[in-house]
């Protein structure tokens, strides 16, 4: 049972006490199974105020306010996106306010890949482009969404890539290119700027990029 911080109701929460990953992850970094599927214990939702968080048995000081707003509470009851979504896309709103962009931009991302499930296409288009922004801003900030070279531009790129902003893609791709030294990445911006030339704006694996290389390198830290 956890008691949530913040209007002190409690709730039980799944979690996931062991899991595995069998294969590579896709572009975005969203891992196989069956990690995959533990999604939904990523964020959790206080029944009573709604408060969305990793754990709503802490917050932030800016929780409360947020919670309240009309944002706030127009995106927790929003149809358009799947439950799951609107948990992390409120999650980035708490985030937001509390002056971390970085773990705004993985809220919506990992609210992307719940739309995905419920394939809502649209909505999981539109929280894509949500968190390319977000990503700009976390990078602006000093906030690195991923401590390795070329990390974040290779998920920026795919993010924009799969929303179908094919051209701002190939702009964010041609600025930071020549700069990223780590060949995986590389490799797998090579491999984005061959299917934004066919303007393929599908779901690809970071094993179709770089091949059969061990995943050792490609431990990315969120």
Known sequence: ????????????????????????????????????????????????????????????????????????????????????????????????????????????????????DAKKAKAARKCRVKAADLITKATSAGQPVSEQDGAATAIQVDLLRRAGKIAEARELLSKYRGSISDDTFSKILDFQDDLLSKGDVACHTIEEAIGEESKTGLDFEF
């Open 1 to 116: 049972m956890t008691n949530c911080c913040l209007c002190g109701v409690g709730k039980a929460f799944s979690c996931v006490k062991s899991t595995n990953e069998l294969g590579f992850p896709d572009l975005d970094t969203r891992p196989p199974e069956m990690y995959r599927s533990t999604i939904f214990t990523w964020v959790q939702r206080c029944p009573d105020c709604g408060y969305c968080a990793t754990d709503i048995s802490e917050a932030p000081a800016q929780a409360e306010a947020v919670i309240y707003s009309s944002e706030y509470i127009q995106q927790l009851k929003d149809e358009t996106y799947p439950d799951l979504a609107n948990n992390f896309l409120c999650k980035s709103l708490i985030d937001k306010a509390s002056g971390d962009y970085a773990a705004a931009a993985w809220s919506v991302i990992y609210a992307a890949w719940a739309c995905d």
